[in-house]
């Protein structure tokens, strides 16, 4: 199995900038995602890294760190519909399970106006 | 495109009854899974078919029982169920079950099951 560790709450402010950590230890690795799931509904994509560095979208990036396990979700210019669990997923690559996704419990993110 | 079309999106049965979840995907995708969320828990995976073949089983219950009829369909067969298995079953559907960056999991909204 995976071991997916991220908080399990975090606030801030509309406006501001907001960093969602996530640390894995996996014995196969092929890429880490990040969804966003608001209350009772269906989890949606946000972003994919499979190599080290930063990958920007609008307001959301993210960042891997491949040898240090970690990666974090940076949230920008905060909004009120930002409100959300943030998922991070990381990949399975061995053999029968190539593809397989393993969940963190979810970061659980309140904007405040 | 990338929607996953679940129904219905709620439902209510007895633990006699039998019941059946249903996912549709219009993508051409050849993997569709099953997940089972709890409230304020992450999705956890039951079942995985790759090319309408069942390539993952998470050691479920035999009271779940999936169907993959084509490559379009998949289907979660519901007898017996108890109370304990009330919760968000979502489906998703990616290009293949396999690595790289295009074989992204989309999510459809999910079937609330209450469990009486």
């Known amino acids: 199995g995976q071991n997916i560790d991220q908080p399990t709450e975090m606030t801030a402010t509309e406006g501001a900038i907001v960093q969602i950590n996530c640390t894995y230890q996996t014995s196969g690795f092929n890429g880490l995602f990040w969804y966003q799931q608001h209350a009772g509904e269906a989890p949606t994509f946000l972003s994919y890294?499979?190599?080290?560095g930063l990958e920007e979208k609008g307001r959301f990036s993210s960042f891997l760190s491949r040898s240090k396990g970690y990666s974090y979700l940076l949230l920008k210019e905060l909004q009120m519909k930002d409100s959300a669990s943030y998922l991070c997923?990381?990949?399975?690559?061995?053999?029968?399970?190539?593809?397989?996704?393993?969940f963190g419990r979810g970061t659980q993110l309140t904007v405040w106006p | 495109d990338t929607e996953v079309t679940q129904t219905p999106k709620h439902l209510v049965m007895g633990m006699t009854n039998k019941k059946s979840l249903k996912c549709e995907q219009h993508m051409g995708h050849r993997a569709m899974y099953w997940y089972k969320q709890k409230a304020k828990k992450p999705p956890e995976l039951m079942f995985v078919?790759?090319?309408?073949?069942?390539?993952i089983n998470e050691s479920v219950p035999s009271r779940f029982s999936p169907e993959c009829p084509n490559s379009s369909l998949l289907n979660l067969h519901l007898h017996a169920l108890q109370p304990e298995d009330s919760a968000l079953y979502l489906c998703?559907?990616?290009?293949?079950?396999?690595?790289?960056?295009?074989?992204?999991?989309?999510f459809g909204a999910g079937t609330r099951l209450s469990v009486l």
């Open positions: 890294n499979v190599l080290d």
């Open positions: 997923a990381v990949r399975d690559a061995r053999g029968s399970t190539l593809g397989r996704l393993y």
């Open positions: 078919y790759s090319y309408e073949k069942l390539s």
């Open positions: 998703a559907s990616s290009p293949q079950a396999g690595g790289g960056a295009k074989n992204i999991q989309y």
